[in-house]
């Protein structure tokens, strides 16, 4: 049975959702997303975020409050007179009021088995924390932050070297079919719902500029988990000498190697770089401003020497 939905969402990742809800042939009232951003070289352009840019694609009502604590809002989210909210990484609190203002109440779309990685960042933490597996998971919305009781789950393994894009990549597609079968199985009242584990919670804190810089003194499967982790954004990175200054070089992909030596020395001419113990290869970098290359490419431009100290 269609339901009448409101969708509430940001980047990319929230996109293939809100398309497959459309597609079901679901009524989506009004399409919540965060008020456009400064872009631009110097920041002066207000670009709408992929959400409001896919909504007004479909035709569909788009807001974009600055916030939702407001009574005015809350009474203008309340007269929609939806079935349900949709929440996929839309980036704002939603009060008690908004929480109880549709029929069948909130469902969101969550990138971690809860309840490990709670909070903002679950792709980049997963794999930053060595995980071997992670999933989507449609849950009910509470006040506290994503504790609400969990209706289905789809698991999905993390390859050795995937990096947090391409796993951010699989799992909006599993989340946009994963809610609408939550959207199917809640229009028949047959979507039921199971209390979180409250044993093996952990907390996703957002990513901070101050934790992305590569620590070569860690062991290298850290090393490696945190590359992978923070790529393709906002992407670890460290700094290297090249013609004779310091540049920053951000590090897009690598994988474990054999090698041993000081740590942040380069080993070879493949870029395999010492770390506390073991070694990591580096398989694609970017130089400040320029392109993302392969480690070939660009150690053909840049002429860095083996015994070369990354800091």
């Not at 005015?72 to 009021?97: C, H, I, M, N, S």
């Not at 932050?145 to 789950?153: E, H, Q, R």
């Amino acid at each position: 049975m269609p339901l009448r939905v409101i969708f509430m969402g940001t980047p990319d990742f929230s996109v293939p959702t809100l398309r497959a809800i459309a597609e079901a042939g679901h009524d989506i009232a009004a399409v919540y997303t965060q008020p456009p951003r400064a872009a631009g070289r110097r920041g002066l352009e207000l670009t709408p975020s992929p959400v409001q840019r896919e909504a007004e694609r479909l035709g569909l009502e788009v807001r974009t409050p600055t916030s939702l604590k407001g009574e005015a809002e809350q009474q203008a989210f309340a007269a929609l007179r939806a079935d349900v909210a949709v929440v996929v990484a839309y980036g704002l609190l939603l009060p008690k009021p908004v929480l109880g203002a549709t029929r069948l109440g909130c469902l969101n779309g969550h990138a971690s088995l809860l309840p490990r990685w709670r909070g903002a960042a679950p792709i980049q933490r997963a794999i930053m924390a060595g995980d071997a597996e992670t999933g989507m998971m449609v849950m009910r919305m509470e006040e506290g932050l994503d504790t609400g009781p969990v209706a289905l789950v789809e698991k999905s393994s993390i390859g050795p070297d995937m990096t947090a894009g391409e796993l951010h990549d699989r799992l909006m597609d599993i989340g946009a079919s994963l809610m609408v079968e939550a959207l199917t199985q809640l229009g028949i009242n047959c979507l039921t719902f199971t209390r979180q584990a409250t044993e093996g919670v952990t907390y996703a804190r957002k990513i901070d500029k101050s934790e992305t810089r590569v620590d070569w003194t860690r062991p290298a499967g850290e090393v490696h988990n945190h590359i992978r982790g923070l790529s393709p954004v906002p992407g670890a990175w460290c700094e290297v000498e090249i013609g004779g200054r310091m540049e920053r070089l951000k590090l897009l992909r690598s994988t474990l190697s054999d090698g041993v030596g000081e740590s942040g020395g380069i080993l070879d001419d493949r870029l395999t770089v010492a770390c506390g113990s073991g070694a990591v290869r580096l398989v694609e970098v970017q130089r400040a401003g320029g392109r993302p290359a392969a480690a070939q490419e660009f150690l053909r431009g840049a002429k860095i020497e083996k015994g070369t100290k990354l800091t």
